[in-house]
């Protein structure tokens, strides 16, 4: 292979192959460009062990023997045992017929190829795939937080902007709901209990259990959460609004000394992006506007709808 630019970490591969020669041959192809090779030797271990291994590409025998693979592979990118940018290969010893190669796509696999009939072509796809792996991960880590997984305020703006140019092109609705968590209380002083890492915590891991998989959830502040929703026009916004605040403060058991809390929400929501145009700072800004509207209204509406 030509000389290529350094990985930015050691990155692991996980070989699945009930046999021994697929390990060793991707393992006297990979370790020496750089790779951690890891191995299991059957889908069912492949399964229970692919998360703690956490690794940067997944090459499977096309052929486990205990489980069938387009399964295994299936069966991963269901449970999140791997993320979606996680490359899965399968490789096959002989060559690869259309269907098979449907079959691995539909199932979450990024390719399907056969290692005796072109070994320098699998190189160079897991060497690709893997830097996309690996440089998606360091966007991650700048994007999300290292405990919880929200989004930063820098995550949150970035994915604003790739939510508002999709919406945009395809004439889609796009919603930002905003959310502060505060005590029920009416002794403790606005913001104090919501700043609390403990009530963040809570906030975070129920927004996070409770969103869709397709939402985008952070912190604006100490207490105060956003979430964008992709495909949400203005009602939906609302029943989510509702739903979701619904949800913080009936949930139970609290955390020994966490009072019942009161959420607030704001939200700005457009039906089609393209009729309506809203740039990605407007479209955060306007949610947690909408918020300070809510938490000012003492006992009346606490969920509000952005009104310039």
Known sequence: MPQRTPFIRIPVALVAHAGTWLTRALDSMLAPQG???????????LLEHAADMRPDVVLMDANLQDLDSIVVCRKL?????????TPV???????????QRLAA????????LSLGVNAEELMLKVDAFTRVKLETDHVLEEDTEPAGGLYTRRGLERRARELVSDAFRRHAPLACVAFSVEPESHDAPSGAAAASPVVVAFAARLLQASGRASDAIGRAAAGEFLVLAPSTAPEG???????????????????????PLSVRAGFEAVGDLHETPLDPASLLE???????????????????RYEA
Not at 77 to 85: D, G, I, K, T
Request: cysteine-free; proline content about 5%.
């Open 35 to 45: 790779y951690r090779v890891l191995s299991v030797t059957s889908g069912l271990e």
């Open 77 to 85: 990118r269901q449970a999140r045992a791997v993320s979606w940018h």
């Open 89 to 99: 290969i399968m490789i096959t010893s002989t060559p690869a017929t259309k269907q």
């Open 105 to 112: 796509l539909e199932a979450g696999a990024w390719d399907y």
């Open 237 to 259: 916004a609302a029943r989510m609004a509702r739903r979701l605040s619904g949800v913080i403060e009936g949930a139970g058991p609290r955390p020994a000394g966490l009072p």
């Open 286 to 304: 306007h949610a947690s506007a909408a918020l300070v509207q809510a938490r000012s209204a003492g006992n009346g509406s606490r969920i509000r």
